[in-house]
């Protein structure tokens, strides 16, 4: 049986500017896998979506992306029991949005 491959991505955090004004100089990267081209997404996204801007479009898909990736691989934790099924209707909701 063939392994399902996913695109591979890093992601690079930096703090640029700390509210308070003190010195921002944290960052966080790690790795993740998705099984959506998240890039392509991220362009398609673009002005469909009703937001400000396409930045909050973009934070929005990375967001959704990131966790409804990690809510696939533990589909069985009872964690996301409750919200499995409305985030299903979301997600079409959504890709229908996009498609428009």
Do not use: C, W
Not at 35 to 44: E, F, G, V, W, Y
Not at 66 to 90: D, I, S, T, Y
């Amino acid at each position: 049986m063939a392994t399902k491959r996913n695109n591979k991505y890093t992601l690079h955090l930096q703090e640029i500017e700390k509210k308070d004004g003190s010195e921002a100089n944290e960052f966080t990267e790690f790795d993740i896998e998705n099984h959506d081209d998240i890039l392509k997404l991220l362009n398609a996204a673009k002005g469909k979506l009703g937001f400000k801007g396409d930045n909050e479009s973009v934070e929005f898909i990375l967001g959704i992306k990131l966790f409804g990736e990690v809510m696939l691989r533990n589909r069985k934790n009872p964690l996301f029991e409750e919200f499995q099924p409305a985030f299903a209707a979301f997600m079409k909701n959504l890709k229908s949005n996009m498609s428009n």
